[in-house]
């Protein structure tokens, strides 16, 4: 039972265009989300996070958006770059354990 | 300021052997957990460390047990292994009350032939 869904395996983007990676959960008890980055032979890179208490975080170019509602999140690139180019994984916190969705592959277009 | 390392980087097993994956965490991080992450598919929590004891543990079987040393460090080893274990297997550390900032190592590469 996949607590945390990524539905979309992979994303083409345009450089400059806005990439949007979204993440399905279904644990009410997760209260951390975060979004980590993973490049091929390296450990997933901690990108941002959200408290479940608050709907937005941004930093940068990077933008994530928590609708309790509807157990949904997504990650906001703007705009998209080629060296954004790698594995996005969607992860929950409940207690000190995370949970992560299987990846979406995210190629940016020159 | 180092941050997390594994070993070794790459590693050859038969099926029913035993082995040994190494981690040190980032400097000042007292926390360290164990993930699965098999082709395609999300890292998988395996345990956490904390003290030099298990604080937590997913759903993996007994075959799989670890420890932490005083100096933080952590070793994960794994019985009798099967296929089904081959699999990128990451360290991460973090602060026990931060675990939502976790910082991973490169991975170990395991294959059981």
């Known amino acids: 039972d996949q607590q945390v869904k990524q539905n979309s395996p992979s994303l083409s983007v345009q450089e400059g265009r806005i990439s949007i990676l979204n993440c399905d959960y279904t644990?009410?008890?997760?209260?951390?989300f975060l979004w980590y980055k993973k490049y091929p032979a390296e450990g997933p890179t901690f990108l941002i996070s959200i408290s479940s208490i608050k709907d937005k975080n941004e930093d940068g170019r990077f933008t994530v958006f928590l609708n309790k509602s509807a157990k949904h999140l997504s990650l906001h690139i703007v705009p998209s770059q080629p060296g954004d180019s790698a594995v996005y994984f969607c992860?929950?916190?409940?207690?000190?354990?995370?949970?992560f969705g299987s990846g979406t592959q995210l190629t940016v277009l020159p | 300021d180092a941050g997390v390392t594994q070993s070794p980087t790459h590693l050859i097993k038969t099926r029913g052997q035993q082995v040994t994956l190494r981690c040190s965490p980032k400097?000042?991080?007292?926390?360290v957990s164990w993930y699965q992450q098999a082709l395609g598919q999300g890292p998988q929590f395996i345990f956490q460390y904390y003290e030099e004891e298990e604080r937590q543990r997913g759903n993996f079987p007994d075959r799989f047990s670890g420890h932490q040393f005083p100096n933080y460090s952590s070793e994960l080893n794994v019985n009798a292994l099967l296929l089904g274990d081959s699999a990128l297997y990451l360290c991460?550390?973090?602060?026990?009350?931060?675990?939502?900032?976790?910082?991973f190592g490169p991975g170990t590469r395991l294959t059981v032939t």
């Open positions: 644990n009410s008890m997760f209260d951390y």
């Open positions: 991460a550390s973090s602060l026990l009350d931060r675990a939502y900032e976790q910082y």
């Open positions: 992860a929950a916190k409940s207690v000190r354990q995370l949970t």
């Open positions: 400097s000042g991080h007292d926390t």
